[in-house]
């Protein structure tokens, strides 16, 4: 791109077109003092600090709404500027309650700083009483609160709700020197549209909305800012965690917003949910189980009993009697270690880890039709895309950042919207179409919709038959499937499915989003196989702005995927059970190594319950909540001779466990997370860990020492390093590399940029394969004795099994408890009122919980989160195991759903 040339204080300067004179200045590190602007927003220039002068055009210029243009002369500092800058500070200050030494933002406003700097007289003016203010929208609020004292009215609270957010929760109210910042009818911050997301904070020059939690415990000026990548969903958001010198515990969290993929936005997690890190629950001592109850040991007594029982049980019953659950929510250094162990110490390939629960179908789908198993292109393309597609992701809850950027796309009008979902999610409510199926019919519902694409011709003919082949044999099976029938499966009208087609069948370029509604089911990988082949039909894949793009559950689930902390590959997808590779690895680790088939998850547990498997190392995970049919996991866990559990907290999981060893968290370690569009990036010590504890993979390496298997290395960058020897993906990508900007894999050589999106020259397995994908049912379906169907997700407040988020009192106090999610008609049918608590019970077990009545779902389906212990959504949950992936059915089965008079009396 041709740039442009400008002079701004006598400086010659070069810009991209398009710029406004303040980016242009900023980005050639030029300051022009600014209050109301936010590189994130559309600039309005209504504080008006950024005037300049432009040569040969009379007056003041706003410099962040004017474009720059090529030959400009600019001045930025002359006396007239000044004068009239030094009169807006003291007007803005007439306003502005002035208590720098009590405010948290003392040394870092630009408010002050722009005081001091124009010799600003705060007293020039009269001060304006600070409006009365009795319906605060943030009264009684525990979260954020709003002091109308040091609010300066640039509105940029206001607008990064509306523009960036999307959630219009806030306004402006009242006139003149009353004006204050509300939400509509100044209903409580609870009761709007908030999503509790912070934006709001991380935004506002003054401090004048803040967290109320880390009010008074410490100023800007007192903490070391730490850039970090977050420990919730898989979009990686990059943070700054805001240490206290003296305390050495975290203040706050705030964000950059020149970094992506997040560009300075935090969801409410990411925002509010890090006072996990010091919980006083946390653990901080090796502990044994004797006698029913535990006891603390020294680390040199754990390590020697843990060492000594693995190795009297792999000598007793062999190695494939041993195995190990690895965990998205550890750093990719810690899932290698942890897989290696098992292979080179246990001896097995038992290893697995909870991407069997949300992504094993992606894995095996996406292989069998492109070549490898991850998400074909980057995040922010989705904003460009003329149509999105987004079928079983309820994605601003899920992963709230990615889905603001749909909002956004929506909002700008340069995308159509197509979601499909059992439920009426957030995104509906701007989506062109709703396709609203039945839980477990998506096979249906995609045929149907190539089906049309079809008989209407608007398949990419050229794209078929140059990059694809067994298109016939899809063809034939798709012609099964017309519209009608479609419809009369899923129960989505005829004519949405054709529409539905025709958006995607006539658009440029289509981006598919897809999470765990379409990946856990029996029919996981037939799901799966069904968007690559849509994708393949219209010409979708290896373009900028298409693909079939996988949303990661968790932070680390593609990096440990990566690491290969699973039964079949390597790290780096290579087969465990190829000859060659075995030998590879063999060599590398200087061991001799399994090709024995090893199992999975659900494998392991079923093993464990009948008696083949006898001992069991945990890192990181708790399914005694997120495994289906919990009540046959807690029994198989029961019955392990040995069972080890490392983690930050006693979780239910290590409740059972006979040895628990402490790990150190997010916040206490080095190393890397891979977000879900393989990018791999930092993770940052913040702060010293907690006594007692220890980083995981350094806990790994001194049990395989006290097993005779040393493990030497020195630090996460050193492990790192052997990942880029031995696995391809990631031979250019080092510790040292990333410092500033995450790569994407694959990414072969060190000099290599990485790569934004898969399969632009040709799939990797060839060509892409269509699949002949028939319809088939659920395992469990409606009868008289269980006549509802229920499905299960996630909440924007809470994440997975609520280790970590229940600990923050922000997040557990906004929702504290689970609910079922109940059609009214159903409700009226049952005689069940709003939050009565009542009995839902499966073929598997019974649970307690209490009723949210709502048209979310439709008549004759309820809806459950798995984030509450009280309410253990997986104790319903079918077991049932797609036949390729090995993934559970945790998104149907039928229930009944029971008045407990005694209960509600």
């Known amino acids: 791109m041709t740039k442009i040339s400008l002079t701004i204080d006598g400086r010659k300067i070069s810009a991209s077109p398009g710029m406004t004179i303040l980016q242009a200045a900023l980005e050639n590190g030029i300051m022009i003092p600014n209050l109301c602007n936010d590189p994130r927003l559309v600039p309005t220039g209504s504080c008006r600090m950024c005037i ?28 007239e500027i000044k004068a009239m800058r030094k009169t807006l500070l003291e007007f803005i200050f007439r306003e502005h309650v002035t208590t720098c030494p009590t405010c948290d933002s003392d040394g870092n406003c630009k408010l002050q700083d722009y005081g001091y700097e124009y010799g600003v007289d705060v007293n020039k003016f009269t001060q304006i009483p600070v409006p009365s203010f009795p319906d605060n929208y943030t009264r009684n609020d525990h979260a954020i609160h709003y002091d109308p004292g040091h609010c300066i009215r640039c509105q940029r609270c206001v607008r990064i709700c509306a523009e960036v957010q999307c959630a219009e929760a806030l306004t402006m109210e009242n006139r003149s020197n009353s004006v204050v910042v509300s939400t509509g009818l100044g209903k409580p911050l609870r009761e709007s549209t908030c999503e509790y997301c912070g934006q709001c904070i991380s935004t506002c020059p003054t401090g004048a909305i803040y967290e109320k939690n880390s009010r008074g415990k410490g100023k800007i000026k007192d903490v070391v800012k730490t850039r970090t990548t977050c420990p919730y969903c898989g979009v990686g958001c990059q943070m700054e965690l805001n240490v206290h010198k003296e305390t050495n515990k975290i203040m706050r969290v705030t964000t950059n917003v020149d970094l992506l993929p997040n560009y ?57 009697a041993l195995a190990g659950l690895s965990s998205a929510k550890t750093t990719n250094e810690d899932n290698y270690i942890m897989q290696k162990f098992i292979r080179a110490v246990f001896g097995t390939n038992n290893i697995d880890h909870c991407a069997r629960l949300c992504h094993a179908s992606t894995v095996t789908g996406l292989s069998m039709a492109f070549g490898s198993g991850a998400m074909t292109n980057s995040i922010n393309e989705v904003r460009r895309a003329p149509v999105i597609f987004v079928i079983g992701s309820n994605t601003t809850e899920c992963h709230p950042v990615l889905g603001i950027l749909i909002r956004q796309a929506v909002a700008a009008g340069t995308s159509k919207l197509i979601v499909a979902d059992p439920r009426r999610i957030p995104l509906t409510h701007v989506a062109n179409l709703h396709l609203q199926q039945r839980p477990g019919t998506d096979v249906a519902l995609v045929n149907g919709m190539m089906n049309v694409i ?60 897809y999470s765990m509604g379409i990946t856990q089911h029996t029919t996981g990988t037939d799901n799966v196989l069904s968007l690559a082949n849509l994708a393949m039909l219209t010409g979708n894949v290896g373009k900028e702005c298409t693909g079939v793009n996988p949303l990661r559950g968790q932070n680390n689930v593609q990096g440990a995927c990566d690491m290969g902390a699973l039964p079949n590959v390597f790290p780096g997808y290579q087969s465990a059970y190829d000859s060659e590779m075995v030998k590879k690895f ?36 708790n399914p005694l909540l997120s495994d289906p049919d919990i009540n046959h996991v807690k029994e198989a866990l029961s019955r392990l001779d040995f069972f080890v559990s490392q983690d930050i907290f006693l979780t239910e999981t290590a409740e059972l466990a006979h040895v628990v060893l402490p790990a150190t968290s997010f916040a206490e370690k080095s190393g890397t997370f891979t977000n879900t569009e393989r990018r791999v990036q930092l ?33 996460a960058a050193e492990i790192m390093d052997e990942i880029a020897q031995l696995a391809p993906i990631y031979g250019g990508i080092s510790h040292e590399r990333i410092t500033e900007t995450g790569l994407q894999w694959p990414c072969p050589t060190p000099g290599h940029p990485g790569t934004l999106f898969l399969h632009k020259d040709g799939f990797k397995r060839g060509k892409g394969k269509f699949h002949a994908i028939p319809f088939i049912p659920p395992d469990e379906e409606p009868s008289n004795e269980y006549p509802l169907v229920l499905t299960t997700g996630r909440l924007l407040f809470h994440w997975h099994t609520g280790t970590m988020t229940r600990k923050c009192s922000v997040l557990d106090t906004l929702v504290p408890n689970a609910q079922l999610e109940m059609h009214p008609d159903d409700a009226g049918g049952f005689g069940i009122a709003q939050e009565e608590i009542v009995k839902a019970t499966s073929r598997r077990g019974v649970i307690t919980v209490p009723v949210c009545i709502t048209d979310k779902v439709k008549k004759g389906e309820v809806f459950l989160t798995f984030h509450f212990k009280e309410s253990p959504v997986n104790v319903l949950t079918n077991p049932a195991l797609d036949k390729t992936a090995k993934i559970p059915e945790l998104k149907v089965c039928a229930v009944r759903i029971e008045k407990i008079p005694e209960k509600n009396a």
Request: hydrophobic share 35%; aromatic share 8%.
């Open 52 to 79: 300049v002068e432009i040569d040969k055009q009379p007056g003041f210029h706003t410099s962040c709404t004017r474009i720059a243009e090529d030959g400009m002369i600019i001045n930025t500092h002359t006396d």
């Open 264 to 320: 300075g936005n935090l969801c409410v997690k990411g925002r509010f949910g890090i006072e996990f890190v010091h919980s006083p629950k946390r653990l901080s001592s090796p502990l044994v189980r004797e006698n029913g109850s535990f006891r603390e040991i020294t680390w040199d007594q754990a390590l020697k009993l843990v060492s000594e029982k693995f190795l009297a049980l792999k000598k007793q019953y062999g190695p494939d």
């Open 454 to 513: 079809l008989s209407e011709k608007l398949e990419d003919e050229d794209y078929i038959r140059e990059r694809c082949e067994n298109f016939e044999a899809f063809r034939a099976e798709v012609e099964k499937c017309p519209p009608k029938t479609a419809a009369q499966i899923t129960g989505v009208p005829e004519k949405d499915i054709i529409a539905a087609a025709r958006l995607i069948g006539k658009a440029a370029a289509t981006y598919t989003i």
């Open 586 to 621: 063999s060599s590398a680790w200087k061991v001799p190594l399994s090709d024995k088939k090893g199992l999975t998850l659900v494998e392991m547990m079923n093993a464990a319950y009948d008696g083949s498997i006898h001992g069991l190392y945990l890192m990181g995970e």
């Open 683 to 715: 993770v940052n010590r913040a702060i010293e860990p907690l006594p007692g504890t220890r980083e995981d993979w350094k806990i790994i390496c001194q049990v395989a020492s006290h097993m005779g298997y040393p493990m030497n290395y020195g630090n």
